[in-house]
């Protein structure tokens, strides 16, 4: 077995992860120093890594040129200053889009920026410690009795953020005073966004299917196991816009698909209708006791991609109990989760940086006691990685450009060469 990277190597492996998830955009103003340009950049690029987006080398030779021609044209005098407009570049690019001028010293260009961050209580201190840095850079370091009521703030909001939402945001503003006023000010507040929000925001903005265009070869091996379709109904927990339950109901397998956010459930119910499909959706949490389900019905019962946004063992146990009730004996139980490596027990920064990025992880000790006194008995734990990879069409695999890396768990731990010590697992059940 490979071996699992320790403790202070994982963490710089969560802060590279977490990068991709700021977001900033502004002004900033430093003195343009007559002959070193090359420091200058440095600066800049210093400022952009603090902000999680530094710049590339081929991105540094490119403004450096750009620079160069400013300096040329405008001729810069002592006392001008560089005026650096960024914001988050358009996709498929990352990194920052930015333009750069110079203003002379008669002007006074305002400093200001927003700095989107992921709400994770436990960074706190490194939030703290990157925006006392970002002042520095900006000329204006805080003192260590400002550093701290600014830590102080920032532990309540994130706090808020997450207890809401694991994709709460924590905004930070600020903006330098108007002359002949000094310093900045400052704000910190929590954006909470629920999952139906993001799921409403992704339909919204994305043309392309969600989660990939094909089936997932493991759930379809499964459904084919059954035997009969007509007489093997499947129930499809967080189904969202269908890409399992449309080719099972294809096939001729009842599905009822329970989805939580109404945006998926209306594109699925207008799928299952504009084909006659024999499939239902139901919207709700399957963890909600209120949403009944019937006894004893279902031949199959799937959760593609779901278990890794629960964040507790109740949860995990309250899923096993509900599907014991579900299915019917002899019937199948298929779920996709993380779970970690031997030996390796996450700690509470991994906890909290896995809600964030969809990945959070069980150890196997865990899904051995909420398996415990149920009567399911564990037939099979695989990566699915390998499984989809094998078996799905090679024009189907990678079923998105965010798969791979999510699923092999580098999404949350941005390793190169180690493996990260949690994965995606297929994990299959049968209800005695």
């Known amino acids: 077995l490979p071996s699992i990277p320790d403790t202070d190597r994982l963490h710089e492996a969560l802060l590279r992860g977490l990068h991709q998830w700021m977001s900033a955009r502004g002004s900033a103003v430093f003195p343009c120093r007559l002959g070193n340009l090359q420091g200058d950049l440095q600066h800049l690029n210093a400022l952009f890594s603090v902000l999680g987006q530094p710049l590339s080398a081929s991105e540094l030779v490119e403004l450096c040129q750009h620079c160069d021609r400013q300096i040329r044209q405008v001729r810069p005098s002592a006392g001008d200053k560089w005026v650096v407009r960024y914001k988050p570049a358009p996709a498929p690019r990352s990194g920052f889009a930015c333009q750069i001028a110079i203003a002379s010293s008669r002007e ?3 400093t200001e920026g927003s700095w989107l961050l992921p709400c994770v209580p436990a960074l706190d201190g490194y939030y703290a410690q990157q925006l006392a840095r970002l002042f520095d850079l900006l000329g204006q370091p805080l003192s260590e009795g400002e550093r701290q009521q600014l830590q102080v703030g920032l532990a309540k909001e994130l706090e808020t953020g997450f207890r809401a939402s694991p994709y709460s945001r924590v905004v930070i503003r600020y903006q330098s005073v108007a002359p002949p006023g000094k310093g900045f000010t400052c704000g910190v507040k929590a954006i909470v966004q629920t999952l139906e929000e ?6 919204a903005t994305h043309t392309e299917p969600l989660f990939g265009r094909h089936a997932d070869a493991k759930v379809m091996a499964v459904a084919r196991s059954l035997g009969n379709p007509a007489a093997n109904p499947i129930l499809d927990i967080g189904a969202g816009t269908g890409r399992n339950t449309l080719p099972l ?8 698909a329970l989805e939580l956010a109404p945006a998926f459930v ?7 209708e504009l084909e006659a499909l024999p499939g239902r959706t139901m919207r709700g949490d399957i963890l ?3 949403v009944a389900l019937p006894r004893d019905r279902y031949r199959a019962a799937i959760l593609s991609e ?11 146990r309250s899923l096993m109990e509900r599907m014991s009730e579900a299915i019917a004996s002899g019937g199948l139980l298929l779920f996709s989760t993380f779970l970690a490596a031997d030996g390796y027990e996450p700690d509470n920064l991994a906890l909290q940086m896995s809600r964030v990025t969809d990945s959070f992880p069980f150890t196997r000790l865990q899904l051995a006691l909420a398996l415990k006194n149920l009567p399911l008995q564990l037939i099979s734990d695989e990566s699915v990685v390998e499984y989809e990879q094998t078996h799905l069409p090679p024009s189907a695999w990678p079923p998105t450009v965010w798969f791979e890396r999510w699923a092999s768990g580098r999404r949350l731990f941005a390793l190169t060469r180690e493996r990260p010590p949690v994965e995606l697992r297929w994990i299959l059940c049968q209800r005695l």
């Not at 779901?306 to 995990?316: G, I, K, T």
């Open 108 to 110: 006074n260009p305002t």
């Open 288 to 290: 909600d006791p209120q």
């Open 198 to 203: 993001r799921c409403q925001h992704l339909v």
């Open 306 to 316: 779901v278990l890794p946004h629960f964040h507790s063992e109740r949860q995990l």
């Open 249 to 256: 109901a294809r096939l001729g397998y009842p599905v009822d």
């Open 266 to 272: 209306d594109r699925l119910q207008t799928a299952l």
